[in-house]
Antibody, heavy 122, light 108 residues
Framework: QLQLQESGPGLVKPSETLSLTCTVS??????????WGWIRQPPGKGLEWIGS???????YYNPSLKSRVTISVDTSKNQFSLKLSSVTAADTAVYYC??????????????WGQGTMVTVSS | DIQMTQSPSSLSASVGDRVTITCRAS??????LAWYQQKPGKVPKLLIY???TLQSGVPSRFSGSGSGTDFTLTISSLQPEDVATYYC??????????FGGGTKVEIK
């Protein structure tokens, strides 16, 4: 069945750029039926949507993070990626990638990766 | 921006109790609402989408209702394995997929 796996550095220095990749297996990222999204969760806190991308490259970002976020897709590798620039300690969180339905009635996140902890510290 | 407010923020109930969690949107969102369960140290799991549609494999003791601004998640008979934090999420707009603050459910 479809699986998602996040990868990337677990430690990033303040002011640098956080870069993560999500690899999709067991299915195609080029499906017209899904978006692919990033969500984060600071330690002990709630969930925050970061942004989503369609296989065509169309992107949607959380307005509160939009100036610092770039999400891209590589259909040849069945991967999508997150870049978050100018990070601070407030960006320390578990970062999840997830599959999201394309049609509005089903636009929830139905399959999630295991998550990867990213700490921002010098 | 549409805000999502969950209540209560935490609750404690006995096994077998009926538990209700509320999620309120600051503006109408039709039925574009999902509920997730996150057990301690685990990945969030989709329970319900479109306000009342049970995701495949989710026990029938979970149900959702509501439309517009007011939504509820109900656990008809609380089980020990239901200890978790529950989040609502709106998705009426691709531009703003906001989560509620969460409701922590514990066993009394």
């Amino acid at each position: 069945q479809l699986q998602l796996q996040e990868s990337g550095p677990g430690l990033v220095k303040p002011s640098e750029t956080l870069s993560l990749t999500c690899t999709v297996s067991g299915g195609s990222i080029s499906s017209s039926s899904y978006y692919w999204g990033w969500i984060r969760q600071p330690p002990g806190k709630g969930l925050e949507w970061i942004g989503s991308i369609y296989y065509s490259g169309s992107t949607y970002y959380n307005p509160s993070l939009k100036s610092r976020v770039t999400i891209s897709v590589d259909t040849s590798k069945n991967q999508f990626s997150l870049k978050l620039s100018s990070v601070t300690a407030a960006d320390t969180a578990v970062y999840y990638c997830a599959r999201q339905g394309y049609r509005t009635p089903t636009r929830a996140f139905d399959i999630w990766g295991q998550g990867t902890m990213v700490t921002v510290s010098s | 921006d549409i805000q999502m407010t969950q209540s209560p923020s935490s609750l404690s109930a006995s096994v077998g109790d009926r538990v209700t969690i509320t999620c309120r949107a600051s503006q109408g969102i039709s039925n574009y609402l999902a509920w997730y369960q996150q057990k301690p140290g685990k990945v969030p799991k989709l329970l319900i989408y479109a306000a009342s549609t049970l995701q495949s494999g989710v026990p029938s003791r979970f149900s959702g209702s509501g439309s517009g601004t007011d939504f509820t998640l109900t656990i008809s008979s609380l089980q020990p394995e239901d200890v978790a934090t529950y989040y609502c999420q709106k998705y009426n707009s691709a531009l703003a997929l906001t989560f509620g603050g969460g409701t922590k459910v514990e066993i009394k």
